[in-house]
């Protein structure tokens, strides 16, 4: 069973070192050396939370815990027809275990529409094509999903 709590500034060594764990395996998989993987996450963890805070002053950053352990991130914003997760990204030794799903059945239990986008490749879009996402748009590198209630 998983819990979600507000994330506070002394998350913050957390949150870069998950993205740095999410994120790695991508960087191995486009040929960058492994000397320079640290530096090119760090530098697109310091992009993409910048972005995210422009585009979305609004959204609610959430911690995911398990047994009072941070696992995971959950980032979202309600727009005036749905609710958006900008991120949601689990430790990789969580992930598969159904937290995934209980995050986002509680997320559609509230009743609103929810989007999202994910990278075409990641095995994360098996688990929103069985909770009943389904794809409006593809730019080839990522696919916006919708679920209505």
Same mark, same amino acid.
């Given at each position: ?21 999410? =994120? @790695? $395996?991508?960087?191995? /998989? ?10 090119? #996450? %760090?530098?697109?963890?310091?992009? =993409? @939370? $910048?972005?995210?805070? /422009? ?10 815990? #398990? %047994?009072?352990?941070?696992?995971? =991130?959950?980032?979202?914003?309600? /727009? ?70």
């Amino acid at each position: 069973m998983c819990t979600l709590r507000p994330a506070l500034a002394t998350d913050a060594d957390f949150l870069r070192g998950l993205y740095h764990e999410t =994120r @790695t $395996a991508e960087a191995r /998989a486009w040929g960058l050396p492994e000397a320079a993987i640290p530096a090119f #996450v %760090a530098q697109q963890y310091a992009a =993409r @939370t $910048a972005g995210w805070a /422009a585009a979305h002053p609004t959204a609610m950053d959430h911690i995911i815990e #398990v %047994a009072g352990e941070p696992v995971g =991130r959950l980032l979202w914003v309600e /727009a005036s027809d749905h609710l958006h997760i900008i991120d949601i990204a689990l430790a990789v030794r969580c992930q598969g275990h159904g937290l995934g799903t209980q995050i986002l059945t509680r997320l559609q239990a509230r009743g609103q529409a929810i989007q999202l986008r994910v990278a075409l490749d990641n095995p994360a879009r098996r688990l929103y094509a069985r909770l009943g996402f389904v794809g409006s748009t593809d730019d080839g590198i990522y696919a916006l999903l919708r679920w209505q209630p």
